[in-house]
């Protein structure tokens, strides 16, 4: 099957995430030293929302895991866990982390383009695939990779997703006035990436970054529900909220659970603009 990811962001995409796991390694947004100490890298709402199907042996598959925090943190809970990643960097990180933090026995960590996960994992099916922030918008094929998520479920399992949500990244900020507007593209266009030279990074925006560029697809939640649906799974939820799990701009004002809100103007906090979703479904168990 040809690969969905064109020639020029199958290069750079790997090398810009390799470029942004030596930053992210020591940004206090990722805070490797705490999660080294204990703490988990999981949002609340991860643990609210998948966590109570999280047992001692269950099996997870973390697809785009990045260097492996939230995986890591889903092996403390007991899971058996398996990340995948493109950035060898990211997998490098990942492997290390987790002899560091006595959890290689039970953490398996792929490097390996979305795409072709079905060459490395095989017939594994998990009980759970889990998929968070700022996963998506890397991926032109929806459809193949939803069919990727059933395919690696066992039946009965459990497919869960915290993501940005699609409207926010058509969002500009109004220069001057703490406001955004839509700028962006909102609806799909999978045949035209939004190629974007790179400065800094949303963990550390002042951190040096030369050359590089990003490949993104612009993704709704109608393709994105059409392809798990789609893909025979069944959508038990799907929560949109006011708040993001990063700013968008350093204007943007965190509360003490970490999240990130736009400012109303007289004080508080805008909730009627979605920055983040959730999705939970399940693969019929026959
Ligand atoms: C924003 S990170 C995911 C964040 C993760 N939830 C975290 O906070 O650590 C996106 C990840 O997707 C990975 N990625 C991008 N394109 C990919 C592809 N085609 N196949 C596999 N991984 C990919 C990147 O290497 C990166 O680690």
């Known amino acids: 099957m040809t690969d969905p990811i064109p020639a020029q962001a199958r290069a750079a995409n790997p090398r810009l995430w390799n470029a942004w796991t030596s930053i992210h390694e ?117 459809t193949r990779w939803a069919g990727i998520v059933a395919r690696h479920l066992a039946p009965g399992g459990t497919f869960y997703m915290a993501e940005i949500h699609p409207f926010a990244y058509g969002l500009e900020e109004v220069a001057g006035e703490h406001d955004v507007r839509v700028k962006y593209r909102l609806l799909p266009a999978p045949d035209r990436p939004d190629i974007d030279p790179v400065q800094g990074r949303y963990a550390d925006r002042s951190a040096e970054t030369k050359d590089l560029v990003a490949y993104g697809w612009t993704h709704d939640l109608a393709e994105i529900l059409g392809a798990l649906t789609g893909a025979g799974l069944r959508v038990e939820h799907l929560h949109e909220f006011a708040a993001s799990p990063a700013p968008f701009w350093d204007w943007m004002v965190q509360d003490e659970a970490r999240w990130w809100w736009l400012p109303d103007g007289e004080g508080g906090l805008r909730r009627d603009l979605p920055f983040s979703y959730s999705i939970r479904a399940t693969k019929p168990a026959t």
Request: charged share 20%; proline share 3%; net charge negative.
């Open 26 to 142: 020591g940004s206090a947004f990722y805070d490797v030293e705490g999660f080294k100490a204990g703490a988990t890298s999981l949002w609340p709402l991860e643990l609210e929302e998948l966590g109570p199907l999280v047992h001692e042996g269950t099996t997870l598959l973390h697809l785009q895991c990045h260097f492996g925090l939230d995986t890591l943190s889903w092996a403390r809970l007991g899971a058996d866990v398996v990340g995948l990643d493109i950035s060898d960097e990211a997998i490098a990180l990942a492997r290390r982390l987790a002899d560091e933090v006595g959890l290689s026995g039970r953490a398996e960590f792929v490097c390996a383009d979305l795409y072709d996960a079905d060459a490395h994992l095989g017939s594994r099916a998990f009980d759970i695939v889990f998929v968070s922030w700022g996963a998506l918008e890397w991926l032109p094929d929806l």
